[in-house]
T-cell receptor, first 111, second 115 residues
C-alpha cells in the first residue's frame, strides 16, 4: 500500500525553539518529495521541495534519505506564524499528478 | 503571485443533487488536478487532467464524478447524485510539470456540504 506516515503531533513549542518533523514513505519508486504547510481550513501551500542532497530555505532545512525512505524538516528559531500543520508529500514515479499526502503534523508555537 | 481560483468557496446541496465546482488554473499551466479533504483526514488525489483528457484517476473518482475543461480557462468537477459522504473540501491544483517535480499550486478550495 502506498503510504506516507508522519509524526502524529501535535508539537507545542515556545518561540525560538528548533523543531523537527519526520516522515517515512512506503514506496521506493517515489520520485519527488515535498513539504507543504496547511493552515486551518485552508489549502496546502508548498513550503519546499526536498532533494537528495538536502536543501535549506532560510530557517527551514529539508533532508531526504532514499535508502531509509525517510524525509525530515527542521525549523529553526520558530515563529508564532509557523503554527500550522506540516504535510509530507510524495509523488510516485510515472504518476500524472497523484500526490500522496501524509496526515500532517500540527505545530503550535507559543509566545 | 499567480493564483488558482475556485468558486464557490462554499456550496450546500441536498443529497441526490448534482454540483459543479469551478476552477481557473494558472494561465500557463497545462496540468490540472482535483483533490479532496474530508474534515480531519488526509488530502486525497481524485484526478489529473492534461491535453483535454484524464491522465490518471483514483479509486474515489468513480462514475459519479466527471471533469471538463469547457473553455480555455475553466476546469470543472461535476459530482452527480451527491451523497452525505461527499461532504469535504475540494481543492483544484495546477502545475507546469506533469511529473510533479515543481510542486503544485492549490486553489483555496470549495467546501461542499451535502445535507
Amino acid at each position: 500500500r502506498k503510504e506516507v506516515e508522519q509524526d502524529p503531533g501535535p508539537f507545542n513549542v515556545p518561540e525560538g525553539a528548533t523543531v523537527a518533523f519526520n516522515c517515512t514513505y512506503s514506496n521506493s519508486a517515489s520520485q519527488s518529495f515535498f513539504w507543504y504547510r496547511q493552515d486551518c481550513r485552508k489549502e496546502p501551500k508548498l513550503l519546499m521541495s526536498v532533494y537528495s542532497s538536502g536543501n535549506e530555505d532560510g530557517r527551514f532545512t529539508a533532508q531526504l534519505n532514499r535508502a531509509s525512505q525517510y524525509i525530515s524538516l527542521l525549523i529553526r528559531d520558530s515563529k508564532l506564524s509557523d503554527s500550522a500543520t506540516y504535510l509530507c508529500v510524495v509523488n510516485m514515479a510515472g504518476s500524472q499528478g497523484n500526490l500522496i499526502f501524509g496526515k500532517g503534523t500540527k505545530l503550535s508555537v507559543k509566545p | 503571485e499567480p493564483e488558482v481560483t475556485q468558486t464557490p468557496s462554499h456550496q450546500v446541496t441536498q443529497m441526490g443533487q448534482e454540483v459543479i465546482l469551478r476552477c481557473v488554473p494558472i494561465s500557463n499551466h497545462l496540468y490540472f488536478y482535483w483533490y479532496r479533504q474530508i474534515l480531519g483526514q488526509k488530502v486525497e488525489f481524485l484526478v489529473s487532467f492534461y491535453n483535454n483528457e484524464i491522465s490518471e484517476k483514483s479509486e474515489i473518482f468513480d462514475d459519479q464524478f466527471s471533469v471538463e475543461r469547457p473553455d480555455g480557462s475553466n476546469f470543472t468537477l461535476k459530482i452527480r447524485s451527491t451523497k452525505l459522504e461527499d461532504s469535504a473540501m475540494y481543492f483544484c491544483a495546477s502545475s507546469a510539470s506533469g511529473t510533479g517535480a515543481l510542486g503544485y499550486t492549490f486553489g483555496s478550495g470549495t467546501r461542499l456540504t451535502v445535507v
